[in-house]
Structures are given as structure tokens and as C-alpha cells.
């Protein structure tokens, strides 16, 4: 049974950081693109970052480049998310998912879709007070 495990999560200040972990398990790794997507009370499902294990490559969301990094220890079957600069409207609870290699290059390396996640993990609350 393919399964995600976050952690990482907390409260922090305005201008912060903090490290997202994510631990996969009973799934090939590079057949898979793994990466966060969070969502707000009242808001959508938002994609952040997503890592390619098969061939490196890394999508950002406009709303976090430069802020936020994602990296993976592949053997280890481990993505990270560092998020620097937190602001409060990155307050969401963030889950990691996974997303089919396939759908990622069909969208030009990009997972930004709600609906590529084929799995994904319980949740980490991030708050951010100002």
C-alpha cells in the first residue's frame, strides 16, 4: 500500500522557516513525482512545490519561488520542502502527494492541477502569525 508521511509542521513567526519532511513507502519512487500541496480553511487545494526524482527537475508555484526549496533523498524514499520568509497567508494545512511521472511531463514539469495527486499523505499544519 503505497503511503505518505509528513512532518514537520508548527507555529511559527512572520519571516521564519521551517522544514517539511515527507516519507514514502510501498511505491516504486521514480515513478512517482512527490511534492506539497496545501489548502486553507475556505480556499482550493494549491500545488507549492514538486520534486522529479527520475530526472531532477522542480516546479515551483509563483507564490513561493524564491522562498521556498524543495530536495529529495531518494534512497531513503524523502522529500523536504525548506519554506523561508514564512508570511501568514502561507498558514494551510500542507500535505505531501504524489503525483504519476507521466501527468508531470504531460503538463510540461509542472504539478500546479488539484487533481494529479493520485495519493497523498495526512496533512502538516504550517501557521504563520504576523
Known amino acids: 500500500e503505497e503511503q505518505l508521511v509528513e512532518s514537520g509542521g508548527g507555529l511559527v513567526q512572520a519571516g521564519g522557516s521551517l522544514r517539511l519532511s515527507c516519507v514514502g513507502s510501498g511505491f516504486t519512487f521514480d515513478h512517482f513525482v512527490i511534492g506539497w500541496f496545501r489548502q486553507a480553511p475556505g480556499k482550493e487545494r494549491e500545488w507549492v512545490s514538486c520534486?522529479?526524482?527520475?530526472?531532477?527537475?522542480?516546479y515551483y508555484a509563483g507564490s513561493v519561488k524564491g522562498r521556498f526549496t524543495i530536495s529529495s533523498e531518494n534512497a531513503k524514499k524523502t522529500v523536504f520542502l525548506q519554506m523561508n520568509s514564512l508570511k501568514p497567508e502561507d498558514t494551510a494545512e500542507f500535505y505531501c502527494?504524489?503525483?504519476?511521472?507521466?501527468?508531470?511531463?504531460?503538463?510540461?514539469?509542472?504539478?500546479?492541477?488539484?487533481?494529479?495527486?493520485?495519493?497523498w499523505g495526512k496533512g502538516t499544519q504550517v501557521t504563520v502569525s504576523s
Open positions: 520534486i522529479s526524482s527520475r530526472d531532477g527537475s522542480t
Open positions: 502527494g504524489a503525483v504519476y511521472y507521466e501527468s508531470y511531463r504531460a503538463r510540461g514539469s509542472r504539478c500546479d492541477e488539484a487533481r494529479q495527486a493520485v495519493f
